[in-house]
């Protein structure tokens, strides 16, 4: 009696590690479920502008339409600046608006955010807020969005390629600050992404942006 007990117990090892496999199976592809959200959409153009020390440049890296039928958790937005020495850039969301490159973005947003923990949906765009302290060229990478989506989280790269802006040292009282946009009929880095474009424009367009919203 005994030894068909043992036998018994035996017989169900199998069984036990089919039950085992099928659960390992399920978590792994729970985990890959969540760990893939939706991706988020890129171009290859690039902007390039142009700054004063110490005044604050806002530049639209990505933007979406009212098509975006998604709304994001925004949990972290890594900014590849070169080079960082003297340079602050920070991600804000641009809530309902859209900011090409200037340096007063007032009217143009319906709120202006901190990125980290912000939700991101139709008609938002995210804006670097980028001041040097010293003349130079900075070039920021493309941004790289850590998001959650649902019950789904992850990371993805996001927007345009790059930017490359380009910061004088200013000089009392020839800084133009008016928002006039005369002459301004370049593309601007708020319209459509559409790959291998450039942005280029004068500076004193900058201090408005008179593009239409994305």
């Given at each position: 009696?005994p030894q068909r007990a043992k036998r018994a117990?035996?017989?169900?090892?199998?069984?036990?590690?089919?039950?085992?496999?099928?659960?390992?199976?399920?978590?792994?592809?729970?985990?890959?479920?969540?760990?893939?959200?939706?991706?988020?959409?890129?171009?290859?153009?690039?902007?390039?502008?142009?700054?004063?020390?110490?005044?604050?440049?806002?530049?639209?890296?990505?933007?979406?339409?009212?098509?975006?039928?998604?709304?994001?958790?925004?949990?972290?937005?890594?900014?590849?600046?070169?080079?960082?020495?003297?340079?602050?850039?920070?991600?804000?969301?641009?809530?309902?608006?859209s900011i090409s490159v200037t340096t007063d973005?007032?009217?143009?947003?319906?709120?202006?955010?901190?990125?980290?923990?912000?939700?991101?949906?139709?008609?938002?765009?995210?804006?670097?807020?980028?001041?040097?302290?010293?003349?130079?060229?900075?070039?920021?990478?493309?941004?790289?969005?850590?998001?959650?989506?649902?019950?789904?989280?992850?990371?993805?790269?996001?927007?345009?390629?790059?930017?490359?802006l380009t910061f004088a040292e200013s000089t009392?009282?020839?800084?133009?600050?008016?928002?006039?946009?005369?002459?301004?009929?370049?593309?601007?880095?708020?319209?459509?992404?559409?790959?291998?474009?450039?942005?280029?424009?004068?500076?004193?367009?900058?201090?408005?942006?008179?593009?239409?919203?994305?």
């Amino acid at each position: 009696m005994p030894q068909r007990a043992k036998r018994a117990q035996r017989s169900r090892l199998p069984w036990i590690l089919t039950v085992l496999a099928i659960i390992a199976l399920a978590i792994g592809w729970a985990v890959w479920y969540v760990r893939t959200p939706g991706g988020l959409s890129t171009s290859d153009r690039t902007v390039e502008d142009s700054g004063v020390v110490g005044q604050t440049l806002y530049i639209k890296m990505y933007g979406v339409g009212d098509d975006f039928d998604r709304t994001l958790r925004l949990t972290d937005v890594s900014i590849d600046v070169s080079p960082s020495d003297g340079v602050e850039a920070k991600a804000m969301v641009c809530v309902d608006g859209s900011i090409s490159v200037t340096t007063d973005p007032t009217g143009q947003c319906k709120k202006l955010e901190d990125a980290e923990d912000a939700e991101f949906s139709d008609n938002d765009s995210i804006v670097l807020a980028v001041t040097a302290s010293q003349a130079g060229t900075v070039e920021i990478g493309q941004l790289d969005v850590s998001f959650r989506d649902g019950i789904k989280w992850g990371s993805d790269r996001a927007g345009i390629a790059g930017a490359e802006l380009t910061f004088a040292e200013s000089t009392p009282g020839t800084v133009d600050d008016s928002s006039s946009t005369d002459g301004d009929t370049g593309e601007r880095p708020g319209q459509d992404d559409k790959p291998g474009k450039t942005d280029k424009h004068k500076p004193k367009d900058r201090k408005k942006d008179s593009g239409p919203n994305a």
